[in-house]
């Protein structure tokens, strides 16, 4: 296993169109996480799921977001009517379930709303 | 509110030296914290870790301690290494996992030859 990968790596989009990413974890995790990092800032918690449940929502995943992970494997994180506030690196990362245990986060994709 | 704070954006060191990275947090309920490195345009890869029944967690060249009654942990590096130079978070969690983790705004170390 390569670790958790992120497709795509960069995204430009125009203001007011939807964008979807995809992150596939490590085969073995069945936690999967969604982060959000602006520039200067670290890491933000948007949503975690536990196999296909998803079990938490941050205040900052407004309406506009939505993430799924339909068969607890990989997962999307969709963008709709995006505004050029949602510009930033949304990160994905994955984990065991059990115990302190860390995450292990991909590449990212970097979203740029123009 | 934030809730994890480094207070020192950047941090210079001499090749071979010390390098000793800080954070404080605010959040008494917080029981994991664990230290990420992260270069440009790729995402933070995980380094080390310690539960707060511990004080002191060591793996290799790095050494965390934390000090629940001041609310601080620090990551220590012996010798530093040019390798070393990245950005570095800190992150908590009070759910004993690594869900919802809280992250530092980061210090970006530079290690000089």
């Known amino acids: 296993d390569t670790g958790v990968s992120q497709d795509p790596r960069h995204k430009i989009t125009k203001r007011g169109q939807n964008v979807t990413f995809r992150c596939d974890p490590i085969?073995?995790?069945?936690?999967l996480y969604w982060y959000r990092q602006t520039l200067g800032q670290g890491p933000e918690f948007l949503t975690y799921?536990?196999?296909?449940?998803?079990?938490?929502k941050s205040r900052l995943l407004s309406d506009r977001f939505s993430a799924e992970r339909p068969k607890g494997s990989f997962s999307t994180l969709e963008i709709q009517c995006t505004e050029q506030g949602d510009s930033a690196m949304y990160l994905c990362?994955?984990?065991?379930?059990?115990?302190?245990?860390?995450?292990?986060f991909g590449q990212g994709t970097r979203l740029t709303v123009v | 509110d934030q809730q994890v704070k480094q207070n020192s954006p950047s941090l210079s060191v001499q090749e071979g030296r010390i390098s000793i990275l800080n954070c404080d947090y605010t959040?008494?309920?917080?029981?994991?914290f664990l230290w990420y490195k992260k270069y440009p345009a790729e995402g933070p890869t995980f380094l080390i870790s310690?539960?707060?029944?511990?004080d002191k967690n060591e793996d290799g060249r790095f050494t965390v301690f934390l000090n629940k009654s001041a609310k601080h942990l620090s990551l220590h590096i012996v010798p530093s290494q040019p390798g070393d130079s990245a950005v570095y978070f800190c992150?908590?969690?009070?759910?004993?996992?690594?869900?919802?983790?809280?992250f530092g705004q980061g210090t970006r170390l530079t290690i000089n030859p």
């Open positions: 085969s073995e995790h069945n936690r």
């Open positions: 959040n008494s309920m917080f029981d994991y």
């Open positions: 799921f536990q196999n296909e449940a998803q079990l938490e």
């Open positions: 992150a908590a969690s009070d759910v004993g996992g690594a869900q919802k983790l809280v």
């Open positions: 990362a994955s984990s065991l379930e059990v115990g302190y245990t860390e995450a292990f």
């Open positions: 310690i539960s707060s029944i511990k």
